[in-house]
């Protein structure tokens, strides 16, 4: 069992930064899991934003953030971070986190999600 809480989001405006964190409590080491950042906009299915592997070393990133989101994880603060900038009025959702037994884009592998943070970026 894993719980998430999201924390970060607010109102920015366009060309602005935000640094979402997920805080989570598990009985399992932190580090045993990947870990993935998702959006939902209204209206719209959730995709996926970024992931990174239980150690850090490796990341994955969907097309459209790339060079302007930054994922990162603190395994001694069992905390994944999402550092967006430049951000854009199209960036605007609900953000989550999410585990994973893998590094992967496929949402269907994640299991445990928190109850996201809203972020609105203002043109």
């Known amino acids: 069992q894993v719980q998430l809480v999201e924390s970060g989001g607010g109102l920015v405006q366009a060309g602005g930064s935000l640094r979402l964190s997920c805080a989570a409590s598990t009985r399992r080491s932190f580090s045993s899991y990947a870990m993935g950042w998702f959006r939902q906009a209204p209206g719209k299915d959730r995709e996926f934003v970024a992931a990174i592997s239980s150690s850090g070393g490796t990341t994955l990133y969907a097309d459209s953030v790339k060079g302007r989101f930054t994922i990162s994880r603190d395994n001694t603060k069992n905390t994944v971070y999402l550092q967006m900038d430049s951000l854009k009025p199209e960036d605007t959702a609900v953000y989550y986190c999410?585990?994973?037994?893998?590094?992967?884009?496929?949402?269907?592998?994640?299991?445990?999600w928190g109850q996201g943070t809203q972020v609105t970026v203002s043109s």
């Open positions: 999410a585990t994973a037994p893998i590094t992967t884009r496929d949402r269907q592998t994640y299991n445990y």
